[in-house]
């Protein structure tokens, strides 16, 4: 059985919550270079824009955007691991405190969703965790911004919706609402499970890499069919036009009851701040 101390948890999540909004991930960055054309367009600008902007934020230590997001967390237990102190959950909130007051990141999480009086933690975060082999413990961040979580969708679909059925859904959904969440946007779709699983699906697919296909042959396919689809809205890099309305469609599934076909999308946008450590 091997020992993690909470304190190191903490102290790790405190430089994980600076790093995430200071950074925008490589394969992003990469992924909006390769699409600049050098044509002098709107969409040309932006995309060099977007660049600018993230070389700014890593070389001043400045937020990526003002909206440094709902902190969520992926957690891989490993089941020969034994954590010293404070729980897994209490580790990981602290480290969001601390991460948050100390590099001045905007605290966007409210008491209650009426009542609306501010934390002025970020905190609580969400947190999901798994059990897995090994004596590691996998720490994924996701700061997600509310102008594109509120661009999300969740839809009970019936079987013979089939797959044009969720497509048409995803679609409408970032027909609807895209040009709000700062495009160009990243994809995340769940399919299956039920109402209560299927958002999560659709958030964790946000955390694969750009470039990287679905392990399975169909819905690699179904994800590159969409991604040109939703590319022929013309919706464009901070909804001003364009082809580039989407840099990737990712889909996660799950089994579902007979009767059931749930699907969710949960948009990000361009500033896609994610970042995996392993302690």
């Not at 405190?14 to 925008?24: I, Q, T």
């Not at 996998?138 to 911004?145: C, D, W, Y």
Request: contains cysteine.
């Amino acid at each position: 059985m091997r020992n993690v101390k909470s304190e190191d948890i903490i102290s790790e999540i405190e430089k994980m919550c600076a790093d995430v909004n200071y950074n925008l991930p490589c394969d992003v960055a990469e992924c909006v270079a390769s699409l600049v054309k050098n044509d002098k367009s709107i969409q040309d600008n932006i995309l060099l824009e977007i660049l600018q902007n993230a070389q700014v934020a890593a070389k001043e230590h400045i937020a990526l955007c003002q909206d440094t997001g709902t902190a969520n967390f992926f957690v891989k237990i490993g089941k020969n691991v034994n954590i010293t102190g404070d729980d897994i959950t209490s580790s990981i909130n602290k480290g969001v405190e601390r991460g948050y007051r100390k590099y001045f990141l905007r605290k966007s999480i409210v008491f209650d969703p009426i009542d609306r009086k501010n934390t002025q933690t970020n905190m609580p975060a969400n947190i999901y965790c798994d059990f897995v082999e090994g004596d590691k413990i996998e720490i994924t961040m996701l700061a997600k911004g509310g102008g594109s979580e509120n661009a999300s969708a969740l839809k009970m679909l019936v079987p013979s919706d089939g797959w044009n059925g969720v497509k048409q859904f995803v679609l409408e959904a970032v027909k609807q609402k895209g040009a709000n969440a700062c495009p160009p946007l990243i994809v995340g779709i769940g399919i299956g499970g039920d109402f209560a699983s299927v958002g999560f699906l659709a958030k964790k697919a946000l955390l694969r890499q750009l470039g990287s296909a679905n392990i399975s042959e169909d819905y690699n396919c179904r994800e590159k069919e969409l991604l040109g689809e939703i590319n022929k809205l013309g919706i464009g890099p901070m909804g001003l036009g364009g082809k580039v309305t989407a840099l990737a469609v990712f889909i996660e599934t799950k089994p579902c009851h007979i009767a059931s076909l749930p699907a969710a999308v949960n948009i990000q946008c361009h500033s896609c701040r994610r970042k995996t450590i392993i302690l």
